[in-house]
């Protein structure tokens, strides 16, 4: 059983930064593409950023240049950092997985593309 569970979340001010983590079991990080997702109050569950099996990583056009996403093969850990924090970036943030070759119809930030998620960590940001 894959187990994924999220950490570092919290309240910040405009302009300040935060670093998400998440630590996984059951399987080890190099045999998965990974993910992170946040979800407002109110909208769908949209993709950050992600990072497949070799390494490469995908943004979104909205956190592009203040997000960056890694992977710690040895300690099973994805974190997410995030500087220059906006209120637009208020949301529950969320680890993803899966394992085996992407689907060739939708991107590495489309949710379909992963079947295992964390519980979330909130983030907020104030003016």
């Known amino acids: 059983q894959v187990h994924l569970v999220e950490s570092g979340g919290g309240s910040v001010q405009s302009g300040g930064s935060l670093r998400l983590s998440c630590a996984a079991s059951g399987y080890a990080y190099s045999r998965y593409h990974m993910g992170w997702f946040r979800q407002g109050s109110g909208k769908e569950r949209e993709g950050v950023a992600a990072?497949?099996?070799?390494?490469?990583?995908t943004y979104a056009d909205s956190v592009k240049g203040r997000f960056t996403i890694s992977l710690d093969n040895a300690k099973n850990t994805l974190s997410l950092q995030m500087n220059s924090l906006k209120p637009e970036d208020t949301a529950m943030y969320y680890c993803a997985a899966a394992q085996g070759t992407p689907s060739p119809w939708y991107s590495l930030l489309n949710k379909r593309s992963y079947n295992y998620w964390g519980q979330g960590t909130q983030v907020t940001v104030s003016s």
């Open positions: 990072i497949d099996n070799g390494g490469a990583t």
